[in-house]
């Protein structure tokens, strides 16, 4: 288990993630503080503030398509396996009403760095969690409502499944 250590600047971003989530501090006076101060930190330096930020994400986009946007924005970006696993957790949660703008999603990200190192042929332990929420969230994909971005990955990964990380993946959690 990963444990980051507590500071005052990281508990604040946690307290702001936490007031974020309550209807009544997104409609108060101190709305638009705050919500552009957990903008700032989907970017910042530290990954406990980005993952703090993370989890609000969908909070922070008044309509889906704004959110789904920057879910894909932010999964481009991050760097750190467990901040991409919860921006994975936080796309997964589009999946039953949205599928094929997910597919979609899920098929540009992929294509991108870190994700071909993180899904390809070495791949470090530290990675394992955004592997498996990746790969998770492509098998629903490609079974429950066959999207073709989905489906395709699915079938590369299991025509070559111990060549690449995510085959290896898909084989253990099916």
């Known amino acids: 288990m990963m444990s980051w ?8 971003g946690a307290g702001l993630a936490l007031l974020w989530s309550t209807p009544e501090w997104r409609s108060s006076a101190h709305a638009d503080r705050i919500q552009a101060r957990l ?11 980005r993952l703090h930020a993370a989890d609000v994400i969908p909070l922070l986009e008044p309509d889906r398509s704004g959110a789904l946007a920057l879910i894909d924005e932010r999964l481009r970006a991050e760097r750190h396996p467990h901040v991409a696993a919860a921006l994975v957790t936080k796309l997964n ?11 979609q999603i899920v098929a540009d990200v992929l294509g991108c760095e870190p994700w071909v190192t993180v899904l390809g042929p ?3 332990d530290g990675d ?10 492509v ?21 070559e499944p111990v060549d690449r990380e995510a085959g290896r993946r898909c084989i253990w959690l099916v």
């Open 93 to 103: 949660a589009f999946r039953f009403d949205h599928a094929d703008e997910v597919d």
């Open 128 to 137: 394992q969690d955004v592997t498996d929420s990746m790969v998770r969230l």
């Open 39 to 49: 903008r700032l930190m989907l970017s910042d330096d530290d990954e406990v503030q």
């Open 122 to 124: 070495d791949v470090s």
């Open 5 to 12: 250590s507590s500071t005052p600047r990281r508990d604040a």
């Open 139 to 159: 098998l629903w994909l490609a079974i429950r409502p066959q999207t073709a971005n989905a489906v395709a990955l699915v079938q590369a990964w299991f025509n």
